[in-house]
């Protein structure tokens, strides 16, 4: 296996050049994979659509021949890349080699819609990219420089932390309630009550939101908190009237909803996906009263 990691890595340039940005390693052992297909060809599949698009790209941005590019980290949907070109990093979100084509492009509308009217909470793709004979399909982001993950393990909440060697660090009981409140508020606030439209399909408990790195250096409130946090996933977009979102909230919240299988998820929680640690009553209605107030202003 490292023989042959070593060769894609010389014969696709650049695919990997270690920083603490991430999780380390090519991603082999986080690919999300169907029964007939295996690990190392798919990583090739891969690697060849990361090389071929960025080797024809014409824009100017990444008119770089010294670009590289380094796995960081992973979801149920898509592995994530840093790309670097011209001294700028981009973050770089393929498809999953089991995700069905087109999930990865309704994401990257998803979030190019929620952005207009939500700029500074929603991180805005840039471009999207696919190749239907590889099954594959990408799109590329603003990176957040070492922005940590926000997400639930056993039964605590906290961050993962990048540097100096990726780890899961708490959160203290305070920032735990800040934090939980504020991706709750983000959610009502970033609802569309124009159209009637809210993010669904959430894995809000394994880092669909973030906190910029600057976060930690900050008296931790409320507002210092939604300053720095940005929702980076949308995987979909529900019809529905806002008191009914917010009773789902409700709902949903205060539950586990962590599910092994797909054959396993509760058909009922159509928001709060795979979260492994409920939020307190407590910070669930902050959280509402924030969004309302901030969906006001």
């Known amino acids: ?42 990583l090739q599949i891969t690697r060849s659509f990361l090389h071929n698009t960025f ?23 898509q592995l994530v890349y840093v790309l670097t070109a011209r001294n700028d990093k981009y973050a770089v979100l393929v498809g999953q080699p089991v995700t069905n084509f087109g999930i990865v492009r309704q994401e990257y509308d998803n979030l190019c819609d929620l952005a207009v009217k939500n700029p500074r909470e929603v991180v805005t ?15 590329i982001a603003p990176y957040l420089m070492q922005a940590r993950c926000i997400a639930s393990q056993d039964q605590s909440w906290g961050i993962y932390v990048p540097e100096p060697d990726y780890h899961f660090q708490e959160f203290t ?13 983000l959610l009502i606030k970033l609802f569309d009550k124009e159209n009637n439209l809210g993010i669904s399909a959430c894995k809000i408990g394994g880092g669909d939101f973030v906190l910029e790195k600057e976060w930690s ?12 946090m940005k929702l980076i996933a949308a995987r979909e977009l529900k019809p529905m009237k806002q008191n009914d979102y917010i009773e789902h909230i409700k709902r949903e919240f205060s539950q586990s909803t962590y599910y092994n299988s797909e054959k396993d998820r509760d058909q009922s929680i159509i928001i709060n996906w795979k979260s492994r640690v409920p939020m307190t009553k407590e910070e669930i209605e902050t959280g509402i009263s924030l969004g309302l107030h901030l969906s006001e202003k």
Not at 126 to 138: G, H, K, M
């Open 217 to 228: 250096d900050r008296e931790v409130t409320y507002e210092s908190t939604l300053d720095k």
């Open 173 to 185: 009981e305070q920032e735990k309630s800040i934090v939980n409140s504020c991706m709750i508020a």
């Open 125 to 139: 793709p840039i471009y999207y990219y696919s190749d239907v004979n590889a099954q594959r399909e990408l799109y």
């Open 1 to 42: 296996m490292i023989n042959y990691e070593k060769n894609v890595m010389q014969e696709h340039q650049a695919l990997l050049e270690p920083e603490a940005l991430g999780l380390p390693g090519s991603g082999l052992q986080y690919q999300k994979i169907a029964p007939d297909q295996n690990y190392l060809d798919e």
């Open 55 to 77: 080797k024809s790209m014409t824009e100017p941005e990444f008119a770089d021949k010294n670009m590289h590019i380094q796995f960081i980290n992973y979801g149920d949907t």
